[in-house]
């Protein structure tokens, strides 16, 4: 039953992959179902759009109100496709395969992890 649950909205999102380095695309996540994500990408680098089959991760920033603190969805997905629309920017179709609800201030606070100079090795 809530395979067929569709909702359209406007939330902005980022989209990223990769190790060393790791892409990080800014968009808007404008079609949400519990098994599938679409991000809308706007100026972005053709070559930079991940291809069908790349395991990607959607971070959507969540609406909050004066009762409840900001949330992110951060899901684990694959891209199925990238369709380029008419001025609408590059649109990205996603499978999910993973998802939770995390606190957005600690999301933002266990991506800014300072690396640790020399990793403890002297000569």
């Known amino acids: 039953m809530l395979k067929n649950l569709r909702t359209d909205l406007e939330l902005p999102c980022r989209l990223s992959w990769g190790t060393d380095p790791k892409i990080q695309l800014r968009g808007t996540a404008i079609e949400l179902r519990p098994d599938f994500v679409t991000v809308r990408l706007e100026d972005s680098d053709p070559r930079l759009v991940p291809q069908p089959g ?4 959607v971070a959507i920033d969540w609406p909050a109100d004066a009762r409840t603190p900001e949330k992110q969805l951060t899901c684990r997905a694959v891209v199925e ?4 629309g008419i001025g609408s920017g590059v649109r990205v179709a996603c499978a999910i395969r993973r998802g939770r609800f995390t606190d957005a201030k600690r999301a933002a606070k266990t991506r800014a992890v300072p690396a640790i100079s020399g990793g403890g090795w002297t000569m």
């Open 81 to 84: 496709r990238a369709l380029e």
């Open 54 to 57: 790349r395991k990607v991760e």
